[in-house]
Structures are given as C-alpha cells and as structure tokens.
C-alpha cells in the first residue's frame, strides 16, 4: 500500500520560500509508470494544481505559479519536494502530494499540510 | 488553460434517491488516438484528502462502489450516484488531465 508524508513548516513569513517534502513508502519513487504532483486547498476553496514530476525529471507546473515553483526528486531518499518562493498570505493552503499513474489521475494522496504565510 | 465548470455548485438529495453532478469542460478531452476522455472524478470529504472515484470518465476505480457511475464524452461529463448513502455527503470535484496545467472543476457539495 502505497503512502504519502507531507512535511515541513506550518507558517512561513511573506517574501520567503515555502519548502515542503512529500516521503513516499511502500512503493518507489522511481516507478516509471507514476508521476508526482503537488496539488493545494486554500481554506475553505477548492482544488488548485502546482505542478507534477515524471520519471527522468520533467516537470510541469501551473503557468500561474511557475516564475515561483520549483519540484525536484530525491530518489535516494524516495521523496519529492516542493519550492515556493516570494509567498504572500494568497499561499495559505492545505498542500497535499500525490502520485499519479500514466494516463489517470491522482489515486494516492497526502494526509495534507496546513502552511500559513503570516508576520 | 481548459476551463471545468461544475453543476450544480450544491445538491440535496434525500436518501435513496439518485444525484446528478455535471462537469463541462472549455474544451475536449477526448483523446481520439485511444478513444479516451482524460477525465477524472473525486470525492472529497472535510479534514481528508480527495479519493479518485472514476478514471477515462466511466472507470471505477477499486472498491468504489458500483453506485456511483460517470458518463459523458469530449466536453460534458456526468457524475452519477444512484442511490444516496449517508457517507456520500462530501465534496465532488472533476478534473482534466487532457493537458497541463492540470485543472479542476469548482467543487460540488452533496447534502443530505
């Protein structure tokens, strides 16, 4: 059974970079079949994709956040990660990983991690 | 960016009887190469992650039970429940994966 860990800070100040880590166990991060994707939740809202990673390090993001986002794999350590730089309070969010499959959507998911951006 | 757009934005549906959520996408995603719609359905409830229910638009995937179904093809898509149960009462989202970026409808929330 395939499992998902966010971690990282709950609060992050404005105009610095918010870094979390999705651990991935019971499965390899390197499966070629999956692809890894960072999706937030402001409070209250829906659903808003960051961006996903593939086997061999493509990445796609959100034109929206992409000048701010960056996602990187860790393959030693079988965990993804997730970048946000120059935050403001508009990035207070449940961030969730998830972990899709070729050609379906995401069927594995994060418990979720509140990050606000707050003085 | 492919717009999804959800109807209606909630339901109250008495139990036992059927709820109909629609999904329309700005544009299509049928992929006619596999004869496929990139279409994905969540549920979603408070305090938990969304869990995919239905791939390609109609696949269920494992353990979801068969009363929920989905129908639909290029651009309008339809999420069924056929017999409400109390544990329905959730969040339903549908969700593009045709192209990137990634999107997602509003959100339709199911009551009781």
């Known amino acids: 059974q395939l499992q998902l860990q966010e971690s990282g800070p709950g609060l992050v100040k404005p105009s610095e970079t918010l870094s979390l880590t999705c651990t991935v166990s019971g499965g390899s991060i390197s499966n070629s079949n999956y692809y890894w994707g960072w999706i937030r939740q402001p409070p209250g809202k829906g659903l808003e994709w960051i961006g996903n990673i593939y086997f061999g390090g493509t990445t796609y993001y959100n034109p929206s956040l992409k000048s701010r986002v960056t996602i990187s794999v860790d393959t030693s350590k079988n965990e993804f990660s997730l970048r946000l730089s120059s935050v403001t309070a508009a990035d207070t969010a449940v961030y969730y990983c998830?972990?899709?499959?070729?050609?379906?959507?995401?069927?594995?998911w994060g418990q979720g991690t509140l990050v606000t951006v707050s003085s | 960016d492919i717009v999804m757009t959800q109807s209606p934005d909630s339901l109250a549906v008495s139990l036992g009887e059927r709820a109909t959520i629609n999904c329309k996408s700005s544009?299509?995603?049928?992929?006619?190469?596999?004869?496929?719609?990139?279409l994905a359905w969540y549920q979603q409830k408070p305090g938990q992650p969304p869990k995919l229910l239905l791939n390609?638009?109609?696949t269920r995937e494992s353990g979801v039970p068969d009363r929920f179904s989905g129908s639909g093809s290029g651009t309008d898509f339809t999420l069924t429940i056929s017999s409400l149960q109390a544990e329905d009462v959730a969040v339903y989202y549908c969700?593009?994966?045709?192209?990137?970026?990634?999107?997602f409808g509003q959100g339709t929330r199911l009551e009781i």
């Open positions: 390609w638009a109609s």
């Open positions: 544009q299509t995603v049928f992929y006619s190469s596999n004869n496929k719609n990139y």
């Open positions: 998830a972990k899709g499959a070729t050609g379906v959507g995401y069927g594995d």
């Open positions: 969700q593009q994966y045709y192209t990137t970026p990634v999107t």
